[in-house]
């Protein structure tokens, strides 16, 4: 497949692991924040979203937590799989902004090992 | 089947050629947008929608343009003025400020 990013930060877990993506986000009045992963040649997946009026979020084995006193964003995939590698990013977004822009982070690639 | 869809998966432009890479979608948003995506980099914006004839450029939109005529269809046209245009190209589409859906993408290379 084609490669989507070849200088990124990379994460290997072993597989049936837990793993633990991190962002930092850089825009203060950011209220809603993603996780998007994407495979190689393909386009961004969603993942998981959440509002700034939360801390935490979980879905299908996957949870979202935010400090916004730090401005931090972490992904956290239980029982990590093989077809969890792939590029994950992190994208935020300020709602009074009427540009609908999202500020994508530069992504983390996840390596799962057998 | 809903969703977004982009054509060509795959182009390639000769030098001083303009090509249009298509984005399609059937999910009644209202706001499109146009994504290039290099190596080793996360996406940047290149031109966006909120509105049927209206667009707003986004951070790198110099040598490209684009058009919004109907609600569907945000095409993209690569122009001869865009100097490094080989990259991967993303569209995406949203109601409002909620989540972006993304189509498979385009790759485009200069011969």
């Known amino acids: 497949g084609e490669s989507v990013g070849l200088h990124l930060p990379t994460l290997s877990v072993q597989e049936g692991d837990n793993s633990i993506i991190n962002c930092a986000y850089s825009n203060s009045a950011s209220d809603y924040f993603i996780w998007y992963k994407q495979e190689s040649g393909k386009g961004p997946q969603f993942i998981i979203d959440i509002r700034s009026n939360m801390d935490k979020r979980q879905g299908q084995r996957v949870t979202v937590l935010l400090n916004k006193t730090v401005k931090h964003l972490s992904l956290q995939i239980a029982a990590t799989q093989p077809g969890d590698s792939a590029v994950y990013f992190c994208?935020?977004?300020?709602?009074?902004?009427?540009?609908?822009?999202?500020?994508f982070g530069s992504g983390t690639r996840l390596l799962v090992r057998p | 089947d809903g969703g977004i869809t982009q054509s060509p998966k795959y182009l390639f432009r000769k030098e001083g050629q303009n090509v249009t890479l298509s984005c399609e979608q059937n999910l009644n948003h209202d706001a499109m947008y146009w994504y290039r995506q290099d190596p080793g980099q996360g996406l940047r914006l290149i031109y966006y929608s909120q509105i049927v004839n209206d667009f707003q450029k986004g951070d790198i939109a110099e040598g490209y343009s684009v058009s919004r005529e109907k609600k569907e269809s945000f095409p993209l046209t690569v122009t001869s003025a865009q100097k490094n245009p080989t990259a991967f190209y993303l569209c995406a589409s949203s109601w409002g400020t909620d989540t972006q859906y993304f189509g498979p993408g385009t790759r485009l290379t200069v011969l």
């Open positions: 994208a935020e977004n300020d709602s009074m902004d009427s540009s609908y822009k999202l500020i």
